[in-house]
C-alpha cells in the first residue's frame, strides 16, 4: 500500500509538473515560434487591413511588440482575426495566446470567464451614430429608437442601463457584421448604432458613402477600458503582457522613441532608460529573455505617443483621456525599476 500510494504520488508529480510546464504561455509561444495574437479585421485605428492588405493599427502594433519583446522580431507573429462572439472562446481554447481586440474590461469578464485583463492601454467609453435625417442631437432624444447591436459586445447592457435609466424604451436589432449594420442604417432598419465612440469615429470615416451624413451624439454613456486579455492562472505571461504597455508608455514619459531606443550615441545617464537598454539591472531575468527586450519593444513599434500619432490620428479624436498623465490625461506606467 506505501508503494502504490509513493507511485501514485509520484505519477500525480509528473503530471502535474508536465501540465504546468505545458501551461506556460510564453514557454509554449517561444517552442512554437510565432505568437498567437487575436485582433479584428476591421476596425480603423486599431486593426484594419491596409492598401497591401495587412492589418495596422494600435491592436496590431502592441501585438507585434508583444512579438518583439520574446522573439526581438515583430514580424513573429500571427494575427489571428475573430469576431465578438468568438474572441473569449479562442482564448479560452488557447487558438490564440492574447487578445487585443478593443476589449473593454468590466468585472464579469474579469471574474467569470477564466480569462484576465492586463493594464489599460486605451480609455474609451460607448455613444451613438445616427444620420442627421433624424434631426436628433442628444441620445436623450431617442426614446422607443432601433438599436443595432453586435451579439458578443457589452453595448447591448449599456445601451439598456442609459435608456432604463432615462426612462425610456428601445428596440433592440442584434447584427454582428459590421458592414451589415450598415447596411440596416442606411435602410432604416435601425435608427442608431451604439458601440465605443472610437468604433463610431471608424465606422464613419470608412464606411459610410457621405461621412458627414452622419453623426456621432455627444453623450458618453459607459466607461470602456481597452485592455490585453490572457488566460488566467499563468502569471508570468500577464506580467510580460502587462510591461510590453508599461514599457511603450514608460518610453513616451523618458522621451525615448522608436529612433533612439537603441541608438548608442543618446546619452544613457538615466537611470530607467539603462534598466529598458539592458545596461544596468535584470529586465529580462523573470523570463529567460534578454536584458534589453524593453528597447527592442520601443524599436520595432515605438512609444505610446508615436502608437497614438500613426493609428489614430486618422479617426480625427484628440488624446484627451489618453494623453499623458503629465498632460492631464490617463495613461501612466509604472516607473521601469
Do not use: H
Not at 509513493?6 to 503530471?15: C, D, H, K
Not at 467609453?125 to 422607443?144: C, E, H, P, R
Not at 447591436?149 to 424604451?169: K, V
Request: glycine share 10%.
Amino acid at each position: 500500500m506505501r508503494w502504490c500510494l509513493a507511485t501514485a504520488f509520484a505519477v500525480f508529480a509528473t503530471l502535474w509538473a508536465g501540465g504546468a510546464k505545458a501551461d506556460s504561455t510564453l514557454a509554449a509561444v517561444r517552442e512554437r515560434g510565432v505568437l498567437n495574437c487575436g485582433v479584428t479585421a476591421g476596425l480603423l485605428g486599431f486593426s484594419a487591413p491596409d492598401a497591401q492588405g495587412v492589418l495596422r493599427g494600435m491592436d496590431a502594433d502592441v501585438c507585434r511588440g508583444i512579438a518583439a519583446a520574446v522573439f526581438g522580431d515583430p514580424s513573429k507573429v500571427r494575427l489571428m482575426v475573430t469576431t465578438p462572439t468568438q474572441r473569449f472562446i479562442a482564448l479560452q481554447s488557447g487558438t490564440i495566446d492574447v487578445l487585443l481586440m478593443t476589449v473593454t474590461m468590466n468585472s464579469s469578464r474579469d471574474t467569470g470567464l477564466g480569462l484576465i485583463f492586463g493594464n489599460t492601454y486605451f480609455y474609451d467609453g460607448q455613444g451613438f451614430i445616427a444620420s442627421k435625417k433624424l434631426s436628433v442631437t442628444s441620445a436623450k432624444q431617442l426614446s422607443g429608437a432601433s438599436v443595432c447591436l453586435q451579439p458578443g459586445s457589452d453595448a447591448a447592457s449599456g445601451a439598456t442601463d442609459y435608456f432604463r435609466s432615462n426612462g425610456m424604451e428601445f428596440k433592440a436589432v442584434m447584427i454582428e457584421s459590421q458592414q451589415e449594420i450598415v447596411s440596416a442604417l442606411n435602410a432604416g432598419r435601425c435608427d442608431v448604432f451604439t458601440t465605443d465612440v472610437t468604433g463610431l469615429a471608424s465606422m464613419k470615416a470608412k464606411s459610410f458613402a457621405s461621412p458627414d451624413d452622419w453623426i456621432i451624439l455627444p453623450e458618453i454613456i459607459t466607461k470602456s477600458p481597452f485592455a490585453p486579455v490572457v488566460r488566467q492562472g499563468d502569471d508570468q505571461w500577464l506580467t510580460l503582457v502587462r510591461w510590453v504597455v508599461n514599457t511603450v508608455i514608460d518610453a513616451e514619459d523618458l522621451g525615448i522613441d522608436s529612433k533612439t531606443a537603441k541608438d548608442p550615441s543618446v546619452k544613457n545617464d538615466n537611470a530607467e532608460i539603462r534598466r529598458m537598454r539592458g545596461l544596468d539591472g535584470e529586465a529580462g531575468k523573470p523570463f529567460g529573455l534578454p536584458n534589453d527586450w524593453p528597447s527592442q519593444v520601443v524599436a520595432a513599434i515605438g512609444n505610446y505617443g508615436e502608437l497614438y500619432n500613426r493609428n489614430l490620428s486618422v479617426l480625427g479624436l484628440p488624446r484627451a483621456l489618453n494623453r499623458s498623465w503629465r498632460d492631464g490625461g490617463l495613461i501612466f506606467a509604472p516607473s521601469f525599476r
